[in-house]
């Protein structure tokens, strides 16, 4: 069993990284790999507990990338396997600041036009570190302002005039980074995105042509057909495929851990 997608409290998941990998430890998987949202500091704990298991830990994280700003639009990016990690610090510790920075400014946004609402509300909406500005409509909905749908159409859509610009991190950043870290990037659950059959086709081979490496073609929600089409992508382009569960909860309804045909080909890629 493999699972190369998984998150821990470090970002939005409910375990502790050690308690991640304990629980990968009693799914028989013998090949893990971390992958927090923007964050990778919970992988020098797991990496200590997995080696102490017994079980080979691949270093990793899923950085979300810019593919249309003006309709905010992005896809999930996996690295893996990194030999250096200051860049990626840099990067990850800025990131945090812009994303507090920015809740910070609709929360000053929110009190000037009524919605009193503080920055520990926010915080108190997740267990774990990864705070995000999706957290603005969840706390308005909460607070029973407005329903989710409808508070994330009025902060979050760039069409808004309550819309607050961010600063987004294209592709071509987000690959470059990982492959200056010495990582492998690996286009994430490709079933989620918006492109489909040939449209999706093409956007891979683009993708390939700025360094993506590898491709997420055993994934928990991927039907048959899906895994099929997603191969045959990874033979067309040369990818890496890999296998990920995405677990986040034990409440999640998701298998942690896949068992999937070339195991070993895949593991022995990251020896
Ligand atoms: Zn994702
Ligand atoms: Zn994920």
């Not at 200590?48 to 999930?76: C, N, P, Q, W």
Request: a negative charge.
């Amino acid at each position: 069993m493999i699972d190369l997608h998984v998150h821990s409290l470090c970002s939005d998941g409910d375990f502790s990284p050690s308690d991640v990998v304990k629980k990968a430890k009693q799914e028989n998987i013998s090949v893990l790999s971390l992958t927090d949202h923007d964050s990778i500091s919970g992988i020098f704990e797991a990496n200590e507990i997995a080696t102490t298991l017994g079980m080979k830990f691949i270093s990793g994280v899923e950085l979300e990338a810019s593919t249309d700003i003006s309709r905010s639009r992005y896809i999930h990016i996996l690295g893996y396997n990194f030999s250096r990690y200051d860049l990626l610090e840099e990067y990850l510790k800025n990131l945090k600041n812009e994303r507090i920075s920015l809740i910070k400014q609709y929360i000053n946004l929110l009190n000037e036009l009524g919605y009193y609402s503080t920055f520990d509300e926010v915080s108190a909406l997740t267990p774990g570190e990864h705070l995000t500005v999706y957290h603005i409509p969840k706390l308005l909905s909460e607070k029973g302002f407005f329903d989710f749908r409808t508070a994330k159409r009025l902060f979050l859509n760039p069409d808004s005039k309550y819309y607050i610009p961010r600063r987004f991190y294209n592709e071509d950043f987000i690959i470059n980074l990982i492959l200056n870290s010495g990582g492998i990037p690996v286009l994430a659950h490709p079933c989620r995105l918006r492109q489909k059959g040939n449209e999706l086709d093409k956007y891979v081979g683009s993708l390939c042509l700025k360094g993506l490496k590898g491709i997420e073609v055993y994934y928990s929600l991927h039907s048959e057909k899906e895994v099929k089409f997603y191969k045959s992508l990874a033979e067309k382009y040369h990818l890496l495929m890999t296998a990920g569960s995405d677990w986040h909860s034990p409440n999640d309804n998701i298998q942690m851990g896949l068992s999937i045909p070339l195991e070993n080909d895949l593991v022995s890629h990251f020896l």
